[in-house]
């Protein structure tokens, strides 16, 4: 089954603690995504990365940190500087084509106590 | 800079018409997408519109017209399962580095009634 995965789908952790979540797709896209989701907000965009080995800020960067080692894989370290880390949080791959659309994986639901 | 509105919720009757309206302001535009998402869920795509005119797909479709700024996506045939919000999207061609932005309304939260 081609996809994108995201685990796990719930995670709990203690204020100032770094937490690092995975974002796996076997779909073959070059380019990949974080957004983070709040209530009553869009989906604002954290990083993406267009090619492995290569990454960009999106609009709120500050007190994240990716990796793209591999085409499959870019996960998203949420640090110990961002100040408000609880949200859910969806990765994302672009179909690229006429229309570049955006394929979402299943989301993880960040918590922080 | 971007901004997107939708409204912030609706309601509508099984077996209904529902429309729910997009309008935008960004700094270029190279399509609009329509995503559903359930609670707790990931969005779906639905439509991406390009041209002016309306794109039907099933009990959905989706109107675009650049010159006003506007989209609606329309469900016939309201079902329960269709409770769920409904996210505006537009992509704009205009940030250097060659990455097309898209951005994101905040979405409609849709409620269909018995």
């Known amino acids: 089954d081609g996809g994108i995965t995201q685990s796990p789908k719930y995670l709990f952790r203690k204020e100032g603690q770094n937490v690092t979540l995975s974002c796996e797709q076997n779909?073959?896209?070059?380019?990949m995504y974080w957004y983070r989701q709040d209530p009553g907000q869009g989906l604002r965009l954290i990083y993406y990365?267009?090619?492995?080995?290569?990454?960009q800020k999106g609009d709120i960067a500050e007190g994240y940190s990716v990796s793209r080692e591999k085409k499959e894989s870019f996960p998203l370290t949420v640090t110990s500087a961002q100040k408000n880390p609880t949200a859910f949080y969806l990765c994302?791959?672009?179909?690229?084509?006429?229309?570049?659309?955006?394929?979402f994986g299943p989301g993880t639901r960040l918590t922080v106590l | 800079g971007q901004n997107i509105d939708q409204p912030t919720e609706m309601t509508a009757t099984e077996g209904a018409i529902v429309q729910i309206n997009c309008t935008y302001q960004t700094s270029g535009f190279n399509g609009l997408f329509w995503y559903q998402q359930h609670a707790g869920e990931a969005p779906t795509f639905l439509s991406y519109?390009?041209?002016?005119g309306l794109e039907e797909k099933g009990r959905f479709s989706s109107f675009l017209s650049r010159s006003k700024g506007y989209s609606y996506l329309l469900l016939k045939e309201l079902q329960m399962k269709d409770s769920a919000s409904y996210l505006c999207a537009v992509r704009d061609p205009s940030n250097s580095g060659g990455y097309q932005k898209v951005t994101f309304g905040t979405g409609t939260k849709l409620q269909v009634i018995p």
């Open positions: 994302a791959t672009i179909e690229e084509g006429s229309t570049d659309t955006q394929y």
């Open positions: 990365s267009q090619i492995v080995n290569d990454f």
């Open positions: 779909l073959n896209h070059d380019a």
């Open positions: 519109n390009v041209l002016d």
